[in-house]
């Protein structure tokens, strides 16, 4: 089954062609970074008519790239929620169009079920159940995941998310937006351990929540007293705050996971790209005995590659959404596990 994905809620417009929700024929990502950089974030007006500019030429080039035309196309899927509601609605009524003039099916994706679901467009994909560590610039979650779809959230931020915490934190340092990549590259010539740095909500009795507002305060507080630094000052800053963020999501994934009795831990979601991150994870699962699962970097952040391969499992399993699908600014990524086990 071949699946048109189309992707538009923050500020990348993308669209891919994926067959069989694994192998990848075209995909396409219009980033809008140099739209917001100048204002250290995104701008959602801004990202709507970016969105609006960009939609049909990605598409066009998806099908292009992928030697494919509209009529090979068995199903189109589209984020439809979570996301800025204005960006979201670009590719929704653009996918909507399509599936009207085509006559093809058409599925809403959540976008967090795209980000699990990019694990599968690489050659040795998790088995069910396992553990997964959503690190976005809106979410940071930790999730079992029992099936295609089928997925209970154990815990999620309480206020910023990790990646919100990586951008708010190179705004702070002047390193411009978006941070996560910046930080990270600087990181690896510092040392981790030169500044001392909260490690919020890491006690068993924290539950699976996590919380960043904190740290990024700290940050604050450390440089009204020390001034912005420069030069190895600065990479040793960037190293000792990314690993505060590391460690609380490492500490909290393996203990999730040793809870649970899970071997296979995936981590997506735009800030699974660090190289920190991917590098203490991995240790904490030769220690833990369990095996870690990332996409290529190109995959962990926004794409449509991931959503296409999302709607494909909507589309076996039958289910279809008509054209009064509507965008929704929030939207819960499953029932809190604990309300599960209730039913039970
Ligand atoms: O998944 P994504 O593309 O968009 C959302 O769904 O939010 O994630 C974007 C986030 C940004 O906060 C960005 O700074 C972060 O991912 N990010 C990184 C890295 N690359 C992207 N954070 C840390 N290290 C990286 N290498
Ligand atoms: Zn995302």
Redesign the pocket.
């Known amino acids: 089954m071949r699946v048109l994905g189309l992707e538009s809620?923050?500020d990348?417009t993308a669209a891919a062609i994926v067959d069989d929700g694994t192998l990848v024929r075209s995909d396409v990502v219009a980033s809008q970074h140099e739209v917001h950089a100048r204002y250290g974030g995104v701008v959602p007006e801004l990202a709507s008519r970016a969105h609006i500019l960009n939609v049909v030429p990605v598409v066009q080039a998806a099908l292009e790239r992928a030697g494919s035309t509209l009529d090979d196309i068995d199903g189109i899927a589209v984020t439809n929620a979570p996301g800025l509601v204005g960006a979201l609605l670009v590719g929704l009524q653009t996918a909507k169009a399509l599936a009207w003039v085509t006559g093809k099916p058409l599925v809403g994706v959540h976008?967090l079920h795209g980000?699990l679901s990019a694990i599968y467009l690489e050659p040795d994909p998790p088995p069910h159940p396992h553990l997964a560590l959503i690190?976005?610039?809106?979410?940071t979650s930790l999730v079992r995941v029992d099936g295609h779809g089928d997925v209970s959230e154990l815990g999620a931020t309480r206020d910023d998310?990790?990646?919100?915490a990586?951008?708010k934190g190179?705004k702070l340092l002047g390193l411009g937006y978006?941070?996560?990549?910046v930080?990270?590259t600087l990181a690896q010539t510092g040392n981790p351990k030169a500044v001392e740095l909260p490690r919020s909500m890491t006690g068993a009795e924290t539950g699976w929540d996590f919380s960043f507002s904190g740290l990024k305060t700290a940050l604050l507080h450390h440089v009204r007293a020390h001034g912005t630094p420069e030069g190895q000052a600065l990479s040793d800053l960037c190293a000792s705050y990314?690993a505060a963020i590391v460690e609380v999501l490492v500490r909290k994934t393996r203990r999730a996971a040793r809870r649970e009795g899970l071997h296979h831990v995936q981590i997506c979601?735009?800030?699974a790209?660090?190289?920190g991150?991917r590098t203490a994870m991995t240790a904490a699962g030769v220690e833990d005995d369990f095996r870690v699962y990332v996409p290529k970097?190109a995959r962990?952040?926004?794409n449509a590659a991931m959503i296409a391969a999302a709607g494909y499992h909507r589309l076996v399993r039958g289910e279809r959404d008509g054209l009064g699908l509507d965008a929704s600014p929030s939207s819960p990524l499953s029932r809190r596990a604990e309300e599960r086990a209730g039913e039970r």
């Not at 690190?135 to 979410?139: D, E, I, N, R, T």
Request: hydrophobic share 30%; glycine share 20%.
């Open positions: 809620s923050c990348e976008h980000h690190v976005s610039g809106g979410h998310a990790a990646g919100e990586f951008d190179a978006p941070g996560g990549m930080i990270d990314q979601g735009g800030v790209a660090n190289s991150l970097p962990c952040t926004d």
